[in-house]
């Protein structure tokens, strides 16, 4: 499951949004109940599957003594977990502590992150699209050569 793309959407009064089409699609392709988990992550909201987060758990449970800067990302994504339905036309439901984390307002963009999607405020979209990200080196690093 790759999610690819972005869409502007608008929370309701009651914090819910509609997924992309194809997202909605995704989910319910992978997962016949369509539950993902929610939680926070690069102080944005991201949705990933019950299965992703059992092996989040795993990874992070076999490392020895985590520094305290690693120790503050495991309690974000604890504190953050939510599972949610996505419903039939896609729509799921942001809890409340997750749309301040997140700082959700009104207006969103919900965007693929390939195995997961994540929920940005529109402003930070904008800025997103706004810095310079020059990754040169690390591709090089890496021996990764875009093909285009």
Known sequence: MKFKGHA?????????????????????????????????????VIGITPEQWTLLESELDGIKAPSRALQNIIRLFNLGYTEIKVGKQGRIAIPAHLRKSGKLEKEVVVMGAGKR????????????????????????????????
């Open 117 to 148: 999607f994540e929920i940005w405020s529109a402003e930070s979209f904008d800025q997103l699209l706004e810095e310079d990200n020059d990754v040169s080196a690390e591709l090089a690093e890496n021996n990764v050569a875009l093909p285009f």
């Open 8 to 44: 502007h959407r608008s929370l309701d009064d009651k914090g819910r949004l509609i997924l992309p089409p194809e997202f909605k699609d995704l989910i319910r392709a992978e997962s016949p109940d369509a539950v993902m988990v929610l939680t926070i992550y690069d102080k944005h």
